[in-house]
T-cell receptor, first 113, second 114 residues
Framework: GAGVSQSPSNKVTEKGKDVELRCDPISGHTALYWYRQSLGQGLEFLIYFQGNSAPDKSGLPSDRFSAERTGGSVSTLTIQRTQQEDSAVYLC???????????FGQGTRLTVV | KQEVTQIPAALSVPEGENLVLNCSFTDSAIYNLQWFRQDPGKGLTSLLLIQSSQREQTSGRLNASLDKSSGRSTLYIAASQPGDSATYLCAVPNSGGSNYKLTFGKGTLLTVNP
């Protein structure tokens, strides 16, 4: 595809359920990010993948959050036992390298009820 | 730790006016700075990436400048149009070993009135 693709675009889930969010980066981009944007808040860094290196997970808010990137391409962000405070827009971005332009997907709006 | 501030938080202008959005950052040891726009309910759209070796970068009616020594960048929008209405965000990488990590300002909400 031409850009970063995220699915689903919207997700409503019940408190306590697990959810999985998907990101398809731009082909050939080795760097992939997940960010979270809560209502009225700035973008919060969650996790970073670069090629085959160990990911930087320092932004994950709790051990209920995990992410993986298979084959250096598609990434999934999993939130277990969702809580209402997890409600936010989850954004994925990819780039060729640290000194290149970052491109974002349209985001997944997660609502926990 | 890199901190990014955007002023003003909101700006409302009549169509046709030229305007400047400001971004300041605390750690000037950066490789680049990127400007984005975000429409309501949408993701971020990249506008301009300006490298640390550049002082200016232009795309159409947009011009971004970067002054690393003072920790500032400006985004100039010429002849504003209602379609320019959006939130504008700047992003700056951390310095040192985590220079891949982007820190964002909270954005400037721009409204261009017809």
């Amino acid at each position: 595809g031409a850009g970063v693709s995220q699915s689903p675009s919207n997700k409503v889930t019940e408190k306590g359920k697990d959810v999985e969010l998907r990101c398809d980066p731009i082909s050939g981009h080795t760097a992939l990010y997940w960010y979270r944007q809560s209502l009225g808040q700035g973008l919060e860094f969650l996790i970073y993948f670069q090629g085959n290196s160990a990911p930087d997970k320092s932004g994950l808010p709790s051990d209920r959050f995990s992410a993986e990137r298979t084959g250096g391409s598609v990434s999934t962000l999993t939130i277990q036992r969702t809580q209402q405070e997890d409600s936010a827009v989850y954004l994925c971005a990819s780039r060729l390298g640290v000194n290149t332009e970052a491109f974002f997907g349209q985001g997944t709006r997660l609502t926990v009820v | 730790k890199q901190e990014v501030t955007q002023i003003p938080a909101a700006l409302s202008v009549p169509e046709g006016e030229n305007l400047v959005l400001n971004c300041s950052f605390t750690d000037s040891a950066i490789y680049n700075l990127q400007w984005f726009r975000q429409d309501p309910g949408k993701g971020l759209t990249s506008l301009l990436l300006i490298q640390s070796s550049q002082r200016e970068q232009t795309s159409g009616r947009l011009n971004a400048s970067l002054d690393k020594s003072s920790g500032r960048s400006t985004l100039y929008i010429a002849a504003s149009q209602p379609g320019d209405s959006a939130t504008y965000l700047c992003a700056v990488p951390n310095s040192g070993g985590s220079n891949y990590k982007l820190t964002f300002g909270k954005g400037t909400l721009l409204t261009v009135n017809p």
